[in-house]
């Protein structure tokens, strides 16, 4: 076109006409509204045609797009004001948050969004977006939204219609920033703050954020999915996860792995290797216990029927839920299929079970934010040698804990006991310290001074074990002379004789509940005894091997106990149906197990120089502690330090070794007893920097820092120093 290039007038200084006609190319647009914020008009000095370019509005709000004649050159866009209309943004920014921390309100289906392509022009809703010209290269971010390469003409993957993010909405004109943020894609850092900013419960600062950024946290398709999970609205929710060709017939594919075009209804982006089916299924038993606590058994019945076993995801699950009809009230039905009811958390637990199978670029996992910076503080608790704290790491600087403050010297020696000590534990208020010896005794003592406070000298023969009840106010002793004794721990009573065993008894567990306790012994008749406060045997685990060791998860929900030679078994029971979970037949001795405080793994010591640590539900080992020397005696090892951070373990070789948990490292080897093994090791739980250790020198070690114990490195106050 020829003549002097457009001039660029802002809309403020052209009268506003708010009854300028529409075209006849875009014959319904209506005109632009009072409060939406003035469009860019371009004015040719060589005619009087002026073109009003259409703004994003807030969702669901009309959008103007009205031309006399459009400017052929500087396709410029108006940068958004800093300092918008406060009604209008607020009104754009919450939309695209609706439901995320709602569970009052029923979901609303979003209104159709009209968009401005590439090209600077609108699109109206039924118009064919083939027909607008494809603008400059699309970001990674938006290309993300495409379904493996396919065209802006083909359905997005999040349900959405043509020209949404699966990234979220960009809610407004594009700003002319950097992508990235010191290396980190922009749009991924400021929708995980707008999570981050709700979960802290800044709601107001979260608007700000996406009104500002032009970023909303989730396209509105995934905030009425959110909502239907969250209201049980059954139907809905299938249908804007999978579409709604998928919710007729089960066909089609919209996960992140093979097909990546999304079935003909839509539905949201699946993450790579969802399990389509399950997540159906999922849904659809949370739909028929909810008509089951409503008493509506005829639709619970069709649902079962009709819905939840034609998938046939588990066989087991099918009887299993078919049993459940015939309960008798609503708690009947909730503490059988363990489960807290529609108005509980069940709800919420689904909606997060179902986020990890739909792709965390459509909805981002749930408290993402506090994750990443959780992974950040590992990490620096990994990588630190010596992080012996249950306290975490701050944010504001890198993390390093000083050699020094670490448990390296001996600071006393108790050698009371007559003969080798084979075990000792600690109470769990840290208070006192049990030992248990070849000579017949255990010796509790007081760990403010390590004063004598009772010697229990009831057995005949040699003690092996010792456990102390959860409230530390009882003593469990195992002994070679086939008894087990629990006794009272303030007046130093024996209070309990278990005498039905027929051969030593090796070890103890107490029921997190502290109301009873089970017996391992090597009598075949009674390996494996459960056993209450009055010495009455409750349950017997028949058939179990000899039992060398046992633990119960402070969960309470699960018993691990181990066989010696020949059967090298490792069972794993459930404690409270009584059930045996698995077993395994292992090819090398086991001297001792260990459950974590998260009752997440466990720790087992292997004859072959090996401390596995493995996770109790997969049988997986986590990671192998290798340095110690364990072949023919029994060697006891234990988690220890400031949030269990160690692994600890005494050796034949009279040395103690202590692992990083997380990355196996060996971080010290400390010259332990005077000779012979090093058999058992403790770590107070409630001082980190004080841990024990008993050998076949007849002796007890008190290790710390130099430090400790008011400076007494060298003399104990019973007068035996190192």
């Keep these: 076109m020829g003549g002097s290039p457009a001039a660029f007038v802002l809309a403020d200084e052209i009268p506003h006409n708010p009854h300028t006609p529409a075209t006849s190319a875009h014959p319904t647009v209506s ?90 022009t609108m699109r109206l809703n039924n118009e064919n977006p083939q027909s607008s010209r494809l603008g400059p290269k699309s970001s990674p971010s938006q290309k993300s939204m495409l379904a493996n390469g396919s065209s802006h003409s083909q359905p997005t993957t999040n349900g959405s219609v043509s020209g949404y993010h699966a990234n979220g909405e960009q809610n407004g004109e594009s700003t002319n920033y950097i992508r990235t943020y010191f290396g980190h894609d922009r749009e991924e850092v400021t929708r995980i703050l707008i999570q981050g900013l709700h979960d802290l419960g800044y709601n107001g600062a979260a608007v700000a954020l996406s009104r500002e950024s032009g970023f909303d946290l989730e396209s509105p398709f995934v905030a009425a999915f959110r909502n239907a999970v969250l209201q049980g609205e059954w139907t809905e929710a299938e249908e804007l996860l999978f579409g709604s060709l998928l919710c007729q ?51 619970a019945l069709m649902v079962l029927r009709q819905e939840l076993t034609p998938l046939d995801q588990d066989s087991g699950k099918i009887p299993a839920l078919s049993s459940l009809i015939m309960c008798q009230s609503e ?21 997060s079970d179902l986020s990890h199978s739909i792709s965390p670029s459509v909805m981002i996992p749930e408290h993402r934010l506090a994750i990443l910076l959780q992974q950040v503080k590992q990490n620096q608790i990994s990588n630190c040698l010596y992080h012996n704290t249950a306290m975490s790491p701050s944010l504001y600087s890198d993390h390093s804990c000083d050699r020094s403050q670490f448990p390296l010297r001996t600071v006393l020696e108790l050698n009371q006991h007559s003969d080798e000590v084979w075990y000792l534990e600690f109470s769990h208020d840290g208070s006192r310290l049990a030992t248990a010896s070849a000579d017949n005794t255990v010796i509790i003592y007081d760990t403010s001074s ?7 000298a009831d057995h005949l023969d040699k003690v092996a074990y010792v456990s102390w009840s959860p409230d ?22 024996c209070v309990i004789v278990i005498d039905q065993h027929a051969y030593t008894v090796t070890t103890a567990a107490w029921a997190p509940d502290g109301q009873s306790f089970v017996t391992g012994s090597h009598d075949s008749e009674l390996p494996l005894c459960l056993w209450d406060l009055n010495g009455n045997r409750l349950y017997m685990w028949a058939g179990s091997p000899r039992i060398t060791d046992c633990s119960i998860s402070p969960d309470g929900q699960k018993l691990v106990a181990m066989s010696p030679r020949p059967e090298n078994k490792l069972c794993v029971y459930n404690f409270v149906t009584r059930e045996e979970i698995y077993s395994l037949s292992l090819k090398v001795h086991m001297s001792c197990v260990n459950i974590s405080q998260d009752s997440g793994s466990m720790l087992v010591n292997m004859a072959n120089n090996e401390i596995h640590l493995m996770d109790i539900k997969t ?16 060697i006891r090892s234990n988690f220890g330090g400031g949030g269990e951070n160690f692994v600890i373990s005494g050796s034949e070789d009279s040395r103690i070794h202590i692992w990083h948990k997380e990355n196996g490292t060996l971080v010290e080897s400390l010259d332990g007893h005077s000779k012979g093994c090093v058999n058992a090791v403790a770590w107070n739980p409630k001082n980190p920097g004080m841990f024990a250790s008993a050998g076949d020198d007849n002796k007890v070690r008190i290790w710390s820092k130099a430090s400790s114990l008011g400076g007494r490195n060298r003399d104990s106050v019973n007068g035996f120093g190192r």
């Design 249 to 299: 017939n089960g066909e089609g594919d919209n996960t992140a792995n093979g097909n990546n075009t999304p079935s003909l209804g839509g539905g949201l982006l699946l993450a790579e290797g969802a399990d389509r089916t399950g997540m159906l299924f999922s849904m659809r038993q949370q739909k028929f216990l909810e008509l089951l606590e409503k008493r509506d058994r005829g639709s």
């Design 472 to 493: 530390d106010s009882k003593l469990i002793t195992c002994s070679f002379d086939s008894k087990a004794r629990v006794w009272d721990t303030m007046s130093g009573n």
């Design 31 to 120: 005109a632009l509204s009072d409060e939406s914020p003035a469009p860019a008009v371009f004015v040719s000095p060589n005619s009087t045609e002026i073109s009003r370019l259409g703004v994003d509005t807030a969702f669901g709000q009309t959008t103007t797009s009205t031309s006399v004649h459009q400017a052929p050159v500087n396709h410029r866009r108006r940068r958004r004001a800093l300092s918008p209309d406060p009604d209008t943004n607020e009104n754009r920014s919450s939309q695209a948050v609706q439901g995320y921390h709602s569970s009052q309100e029923g979901p609303s289906r979003p209104l159709r969004k009209r968009r401005r392509v590439a090209g600077k």
């Design 619 to 634: 049988t997986e080992t986590i990671r192998r502690f290798l340095g110690q020397k364990q072949g023919e005696f029994v």
């Design 450 to 456: 390590f004063k004598i406070v009772h010697t229990l």
């Design 331 to 351: 708690d009947d039905l909730r503490q059988r299929a363990e489960w807290d009811g529609a108005a509980g958390r069940s709800r919420l637990k689904l909606l």
